[in-house]
T-cell receptor
Framework: GAGVSQSPSNKVTEKGKDVELRCDPISGHTALYWYRQRLGQGLEFLIYFQGNSAPDKSGLPSDRFSAERTGESVSTLTIQRTQQEDSAVYLC?????????????FGPGTRLLVL | AQSVTQLDSHVSVSEGTPVLLRCNYSSSYSPSLFWYVQHPNKGLQLLLKYTSAATLVKGINGFEAEFKKSETSFHLTKPSAHMSDAAEYFCVVTRMDSSYKLIFGSGTRLLVRP
């Protein structure tokens, strides 16, 4: 597709359930990022994938959060045993590094509500 | 540590009047700076970026920003607001140790009155 896509667009779940969020990056983009945006706040970095390198997981808030990426394609962010404080918009971005200058292109996000 | 401060959580202007969204950054090195816009129910869109070339950066939709090192500022301006400019705007700086890690400001919501 022309841009980064994410699914589902909205997800409502009960506390304690697991959720899986999906991101389809722009074709050819080697880097993929996940961010979390709490209501009324800026984005928080969660995790970064670059090609076949080990991902940078330094932004994941707890061990309930994990993410996978197969090659340079789709990524899934999994939140286990969801808590109410996990409610946020989860944004995915992808980029193609050119001469150390990269622009991240963002998807529309998945709005997660944990009841 | 790097950080950005957006001085106004909300800015309200009349259509056709100038827009000024303020951003100050803190960095011990020459950073890369960005402005992103987020329309309701849409993804973030890059407006413009500064990467140590010209200090006056022109972006899309008539927006521009000037990097002022002496004032550690990167304010976003537009000469004449349009109704379609109503959105949330984020000032962003990259981290020194990891250029891919974007540090976002808390955002400024721009309201445009008819």
């Amino acid at each position: 597709g022309a841009g980064v896509s994410q699914s589902p667009s909205n997800k409502v779940t009960e506390k304690g359930k697991d959720v899986e969020l999906r991101c389809d990056p722009i074709s050819g983009h080697t880097a993929l990022y996940w961010y979390r945006q709490r209501l009324g706040q800026g984005l928080e970095f969660l995790i970064y994938f670059q090609g076949n390198s080990a991902p940078d997981k330094s932004g994941l808030p707890s061990d309930r959060f994990s993410a996978e990426r197969t090659g340079e394609s789709v990524s899934t962010l999994t939140i286990q045993r969801t808590q109410q404080e996990d409610s946020a918009v989860y944004l995915c971005a992808s980029s193609f590094v050119v001469a150390y200058q990269e622009t991240q292109y963002f998807g529309p996000g998945t709005r997660l509500l944990v009841l | 540590a790097q950080s950005v401060t957006q001085l106004d959580s909300h800015v309200s202007v009349s259509e056709g009047t100038p827009v000024l969204l303020r951003c100050n950054y803190s960095s011990s090195y020459s950073p890369s700076l960005f402005w992103y816009v987020q329309h309701p129910n849409k993804g973030l869109q890059l407006l413009l970026k500064y990467t140590s070339a010209a200090t006056l950066v022109k972006g899309i939709n008539g927006f521009e920003a000037e990097f002022k090192k002496s004032e550690t500022s990167f304010h976003l301006t537009k000469p004449s607001a349009h109704m379609s400019d109503a959105a949330e705007y984020f000032c962003v700086v990259t981290r020194m140790d990891s250029s891919y890690k974007l540090i976002f400001g808390s955002g400024t919501r721009l309201l445009v009155r008819p």
